[in-house]
């Protein structure tokens, strides 16, 4: 009897796999009754049980999961053998559950309606819409740099710990509902992840853990960098699945701080994406236009790139890799290497709106 349930929820793989297929074709569907219906209760829910918790509850339950998952196949090792069918049974039993739990929870997002949409902004832009937001943001960002250190040469550091980061950084999205009210964030779960080595040495900031809801932040990043990570984790968090929007969402986000410091990551976070683009276009253009940021604001960007740098392991572009076609299996077309969406969300938007 038990190994007939076992066989019914391995074959349910099938017709869920089919179903999510199908409604990936329907992102207005998706975006009423998931995103902006069922999930917003899914996502409170989980951080209203698991916010006030000092540690990452969901790093516990997958440590718990792998060694489970390890003791499980060195137990039945024989059966891959003596009884490969029923083996096979049960772990397709278990990727059935882990499937419909992760798209229950939270990976419907990925097939919501593209944001620039639901803002009701334009997918594309000119090189010349491109250069003046650029330097718009550019003494945005000289200004607030030149405010805090009252020295264009030196790079800002943050006058906080980490802790205080991870405290502060949410708050820049009470401002920022006030124009998306969607975005409001409350009951906080943000977390220091408990695999922050292991997660430095794979490449990345930071995660949004799809079955407990709670946003995990690499906690050895460079703490200039660990506002707008916190702020692109929450975006993750409120339902937006796509790297690219989290990105602009987080930026947005700490852009709208109160604090001139969480501010200045913001813009700067912003910069470094426009930036890119104009050396993908222009490079000449860009040298000029690098001309004119303070020499501080590029300090910041070699801090971190070189945290990467000194953490880089050849096993890096293989987790990478596997990220990136995870992504592109779930509708992100464009996977990691999304960077031209994000300056068209900010060029779009900001063209609307002030800066």
Same mark, same amino acid.
């Given at each position: ?11 349910? &793989? ?45 790093? !516990? ?8 998952? *390890? ?12 009884? =490969? ?6 772990? $397709?039993? #278990? &990727? ?7 798209? &229950? ?26 250069? #003046? !937001?650029?330097?718009?943001? @550019? ?20 006058? !906080? ?61 460079? @703490? ?6 916190? =702020?692109?984790? @929450? ?16 930026? +947005?986000?700490? @852009? ?8 200045? =990551?913001?813009?700067? $976070? ?18 000029? +236009?690098?001309? #004119? ?49 994000? *300056? ?12």
């Amino acid at each position: 009897m038990l190994q007939n349930k076992k066989t019914l929820l391995a074959l349910a &793989l099938i017709p869920q796999i089919i179903l999510i297929r199908i409604l990936s074709n329907y992102p207005e569907f998706v975006e009423n009754y998931y995103s902006n219906g069922l999930y917003p209760f899914i996502s409170k829910l989980f951080r209203f049980v698991l916010g006030w918790l000092p540690f990452s509850f969901g790093d !516990f339950v997958y440590a718990l999961t792998l060694i489970y998952g *390890v003791r499980w196949l060195i137990l039945n090792r024989k059966r891959l053998r003596l009884d =490969t069918k029923n083996w096979l049974i049960d772990i $397709f039993a #278990t &990727l059935s559950i882990f499937y419909f739990v992760f798209h &229950l929870f939270w990976g419907l997002n990925y097939y919501r309606l593209p944001l620039h949409k639901s803002l009701n902004l334009a997918h594309d832009y000119s090189t010349e819409q491109l250069i #003046t !937001f650029t330097e718009n943001l @550019i003494k945005k960002s000289n200004a607030v740099h030149s405010e805090i250190t009252k020295n264009d040469t030196l790079k800002v550091d943050m006058p !906080f710990n980490k802790l205080d980061i991870l405290k502060m950084a949410p708050h820049g999205y009470n401002n920022l509902k006030e124009t998306f009210p969607h975005l409001e964030y409350s009951t906080k779960s943000v977390k220091r992840s408990l695999f922050s080595y292991p997660l430095t040495y794979m490449g990345f900031s930071g995660y949004l853990n799809p079955f407990t809801n709670e946003a995990q932040v690499d906690g050895l990043i460079p @703490i200039y960098k660990l506002s707008t990570t916190t =702020t692109h984790e @929450i975006a993750h968090q409120l339902g937006y699945a796509a790297e690219n929007e989290a990105n602009f969402i987080g930026s +947005m986000a700490a @852009i709208k701080h109160e604090n001139i410091y969480i501010r200045y =990551t913001g813009y700067t $976070f912003g910069l470094r994406f426009c930036l890119n683009e104009i050396y993908r276009r222009d490079p000449d253009l860009y040298e000029a +236009m690098a001309e #004119t940021v303070n020499p501080g604001i590029f300090k910041n960007y070699k801090e971190v790139r070189e945290f990467w740098v000194k953490h880089q392991n050849p096993a890096e572009p293989l987790f990478k890799s596997f990220y990136n076609g995870f992504l592109k299996a779930n509708k992100q077309s464009k996977g990691m290497q999304s960077y031209n969406y994000v *300056v068209a969300l900010l060029v779009n938007y900001y063209e609307k709106n002030s800066l």
